[in-house]
């Protein structure tokens, strides 16, 4: 019934940029009663939240080694969610998922046992 689905991914060279997209379909609640989330997994390496955004879309927070060159937003019309992906470096490559989970806190959780619906991932690889 629930479908997390995430798009975007890809080959790029650092210095580069790159615009994942999830859409979340069949929940129950209003798109806007979930906190959605970005989690990575590199190769040798355990997941990652990496940014989150609450249900509003006013509180988002990110894991210190992408700020100021990631930007996490949400379009609840559209049941989306995204992540801009700026200068990119080697160390981002990693799988990527989309999380949703029903919340209505202030604030959003970097930690992915607190998320409920996962996407598949999708495969970023940046080359030196």
């Known amino acids: 019934q629930e479908q997390v689905v995430e798009s975007g991914g890809g080959l790029v060279q650092a210095g580069g940029s790159l615009r994942l997209s999830c859409t979340a379909s069949?929940?129950?609640?209003?798109?806007?009663?979930?906190?959605m989330g970005w989690f990575r997994q590199a190769p040798g390496k355990e997941r990652e939240g990496v940014s989150c955004?609450?249900?509003?879309?006013?509180?988002?927070h990110y894991t210190s080694s992408v700020k100021g060159r990631f930007t996490i937003s949400r379009d609840n019309a559209k049941n989306t969610l995204y992540l801009q992906m700026n200068s990119l470096k080697p160390e981002d490559t990693a799988i990527y998922y989309c999380?949703?989970?029903?919340?209505?806190?202030?604030?959003?959780?970097?930690?992915?046992?607190?998320?409920?619906?996962w996407g598949q991932g999708t495969q970023v690889t940046v080359s030196s």
């Open positions: 069949g929940l129950v609640a209003d798109f806007d009663d979930y906190a």
């Open positions: 955004i609450n249900w509003s879309g006013d509180r988002t």
């Open positions: 999380a949703v989970t029903p919340s209505n806190d202030i604030s959003c959780s970097l930690d992915g046992v607190d998320f409920e619906y």
